[in-house]
């Protein structure tokens, strides 16, 4: 992990998760603590959120408007992910991030119906054939 990222990630005030947002998510057989973080206390930092891939913690402003929040957290479990499946550099990971992000965001929003099909499909567990005889 970049040491400047580091270091702005132990500087930050954490909190606990207000009402109704998730606490954990697992990543690649991985479960990741979710922190709903203060904003930082230093002028000028645009650290929205963050991920610690050893602690397996992510953090994200809790203060961030609804959509921008949920847009944040998507972006640090795409970067956990990156790093599970051994992303390249750190540059050209956080620009796809950013881009996959955006663009994941952008279709839910614009087509819930197919992203609900595919949670459906993903999640779904057949049913085991019955061992009754006939």
Same mark, same amino acid.
């Given at each position: 992990?970049n040491?400047? &990222?580091?270091? %702005? ?6 909190? +606990?998760?207000? $009402?109704? =947002? !998730? ?24 650290? &929205?959120?963050? %991920? ?6 992510? +953090?994200?402003? $809790?203060? =961030? !408007?609804?959509?921008?929040r ?34 994941i965001?952008?279709a ?27």
């Open positions: 992990m040491r400047v &990222l580091h270091s %702005c990630f132990y500087s930050m005030k954490q909190s +606990s998760a207000p $009402k109704g =947002l !998730p606490t954990e998510v697992d990543i690649l057989n991985l479960t990741y603590t979710i922190n709903w973080m203060n904003p930082p206390e230093e002028s000028g930092a645009e650290h &929205l959120g963050l %991920c610690d891939f050893q602690s397996q913690v992510i +953090s994200v402003t $809790k203060t =961030l !408007p609804r959509q921008s949920a847009e944040t957290l998507l972006h640090e479990i795409i970067h956990a992910i990156n790093h599970g499946m051994g992303a390249p550099s750190k540059v050209d990971e956080e620009k796809f991030t950013t881009k996959m992000s955006i663009g965001a952008t839910i929003k614009q087509s819930p119906e197919v992203w609900k099909w595919i949670m459906k499909e993903i999640t779904f567990k057949p049913r085991k054939p019955s061992s009754k005889s006939s």
